[in-house]
């Protein structure tokens, strides 16, 4: 029997992108989902090619300070949205929701288990955030991405299941096809690709643009996403470096990026590197230093433990030099290929369906 699901994954690519994951995968299934996303430029463009999807905006929210003017406006914003949950989930009557993460999951939650909706949240990062930990008061089940966060939800029931990857990320992808998408002519360069996440990355960017010196355009080639904020500085120094490059704020097939890089710099959201193990990429990882709870680290001290990739704070990118990093790495291929194999092996490409059948499971 056909189920219907509400799935809250609204504010960041890493919490949308795994929602969408989930949707297509119900889809699969024979299974209706609406995905609640909120009103940010970034969900509008992420959202983008997946008409085959039922999206609804709802207002997002962040928590501020509690002692501060903003809280007030906070409780008018998270009534607000709130009703406007409620509105969608009692037009469409689901059979449970799931909320990927963040405060925009805390409303669709309540309201889907007022109308006794099977809930879930799911939490990718390696230490929950605080709207999760207290979400987690109004589900049935804690999804998680890595074991290492089930130990913040005592007294919970959790599921490890991993981080759900797009159809695109787990589909076979067309080397040439890529080649032509970047407009990059043959493979005779090794290829750098630089994520700056759905925000950006000012400290990662510029510790890019410190190193561009030390790349020789005859051997390297970049592919850069920068976020929106980050892309005109980040133009106008490959722009100068002579490297063939190809920068952009965002990327809407990313897949295509992944199949060509050779080794990666990259945040370490949750979602990045569930699709960088995806991909078995060489990682240099260098974590967001004001993520809340300092997740970005922790995530990045799973994989660096396990050989997968190379943990670099931001303030160490002048220190030990980001280029010089890079370089070696590329003169070495036997490490990069075993941090290859390594990061492909913390892989976990059935997170969507693994999710699917909890939810379906639970709704029997």
Partial sequence: MPLKIVIACGGTGGHLFPGIAVAQALRARGHESVLLISEKEIDALASQGYSELKFEKVPAIGLPKLVSPAAVKFSFRLLSTYRRCAGIIKAVEPDAVLGMG?????????????????????????????????????????????????????????RTVGTPLREAMTSPVDRTEALEFFGFDGDSKKTLFIMGGSQGARGVNRGVADALTEWDPEKVRIIHITGKSEYEPVAAALGKSGIEHYVSPFCQRMELAYELADLAIARSGASSLTELAAF???????????????????????FSKRKAAILMNEDELSRRCLGKVVNDLFDDPQTLGRLGDAMSALAVRDAAENICDMIEESCR
């Fill in 102 to 158: 963040g405060f925009t999951s805390m409303p669709p939650i309540m309201a889907g288990r007022r109308r006794r909706a099977k809930t879930f949240i799911h939490e990718s990062n390696a230490i929950p955030g605080k709207a999760n930990r207290l979400t987690a008061r109004w589900v049935d089940t804690v999804l998680l991405g890595l074991d290492e966060c089930a130990k913040y939800f005592e007294g919970k029931p959790t």
């Fill in 280 to 302: 078995g990429i060489p990682s240099i990882l260098i974590p967001y230093p004001f993520a809340a709870e300092d997740h970005q680290t922790r995530n990045a001290e799973v």
